[in-house]
């Protein structure tokens, strides 16, 4: 299962890497990015976060040159400041976290993520944890699963799909994709159907997103990785679906913002506080044609960056 690392070469050149300088690749998957990270390094050392252990042992085997350099976590990087402290460490010169789902946990039929695939209800990113796509789907309320279908999936028919799943659990557990792909299908109408793109895309991204907490993970961790840089150290993250990237955008402009000053307030521009970071990407990276050509799952992809002032 190849996996093709998105926007590397821009991702790598915008950290500006030290080389002796302590870096963290939040999200590692196979490892892509971690090598290319690697390739700069003297001195310096990685510290490499993945919740799904099947993708830590894959990346050791592609890193093995760089054993030396790299620490491996098997943690959510939702728990990043506290991880790195267990190491020692406590502050960080540039952080980057290629977000979602990789290509291979995708390709996977058995990890459950693709309507592609017939296969059991499961999402889950972390294998050891006890909640998956089954449990949702399931055991969820019909409020809840509208409301996830809604906020998670920003999916249209979020009632008539979630009523749908209700009622068809009442007769038997819904155990697959394949059967899940069937009952959203049932809750559309024609001309929906008809129209370009998977009926069941939003309603899976919901669920991936909430068996895994995606988006609460993502605040706590991008808020965590700011505070841990050094001063000039730089933080990038690649997003693929608009809640995320808004989500990313918020926080870094939170964090790039100067406090509000009442202008009535008789003070020099040098008695005001400003802002500990500077936006590099006032516009997201986005990918080249010539990668989106090559893999179309470059397609959303979108790289923002922040620096912490020196």
Same mark, same amino acid.
């Given at each position: ?5 998105? !926007?590397? =070469?821009?991702?790598? &050149? ?5 080389? #002796? %300088? /302590?870096?963290? $690749? ?53 728990? !990043?400041? =506290?991880?790195?402290? &267990? ?5 960080? #010169? %540039? /952080?980057?976290? $290629? ?55 920003? =999916? ?155």
């Amino acid at each position: 299962m190849k996996h093709v690392s998105v !926007l590397l =070469e821009e991702t790598i &050149e915008q950290l500006r890497v030290k080389p #002796d %300088g /302590i870096y963290v $690749d939040a999200t590692l998957g196979r490892g892509g990015h971690a090598e290319a990270l690697l390739q700069k390094l003297e001195n310096g050392h990685l510290y490499a976060f993945d919740r799904d252990a099947r993708a830590i042992a894959e990346s050791k085997e592609r890193l093995q040159p760089y054993l030396d350099k790299v620490t491996f976590l098997h943690r959510d990087f939702a728990s !990043l400041k =506290e991880a790195l402290r &267990e190491e020692g460490v406590e502050g960080i #010169d %540039g /952080i980057m976290m $290629d977000l979602g789902v990789s290509s291979p946990q995708f390709d996977d039929p058995s990890r459950g993520f693709s309507y592609r695939f017939d296969t059991r209800l499961d999402m889950r990113m972390d294998q050891e944890s006890p909640k998956d796509a089954y449990m949702v789907v399931n055991t969820y309320s019909l409020n809840d699963l509208i409301a996830i279908l809604r906020n998670y999936g920003e =999916e249209r028919y979020a009632p008539q799909i979630a009523k749908a799943i209700v009622k068809a659990r009442e007769s038997a557990p819904v155990e697959t994709t394949g059967q899940l792909v069937e009952i959203i299908k049932s809750a559309l109408p024609e001309r929906v159907l008809r129209q370009k793109g998977h009926p069941a895309k939003q309603t899976f991204q919901a669920l991936r997103i909430e068996v895994n907490d995606e988006l609460e993970d993502l605040k706590h961790g991008l808020t965590d990785a700011l505070e841990l840089l050094n001063a000039n150290g730089r933080c990038a993250v690649i997003t693929f679906h608009s809640l995320e990237d808004r989500i990313v955008k918020q926080i870094f402009k939170a964090y790039s913002t100067a406090p509000f000053v009442d202008p009535k307030l008789p003070l020099k521009e040098s008695q005001m506080e400003q802002a500990s970071f500077r936006l590099i990407t006032k516009k997201p990276i986005l990918p080249k044609e010539e990668e989106t050509n090559e893999n179309h799952r470059a397609h959303s992809a979108k790289l923002r960056v922040i620096e912490k002032k020196g």
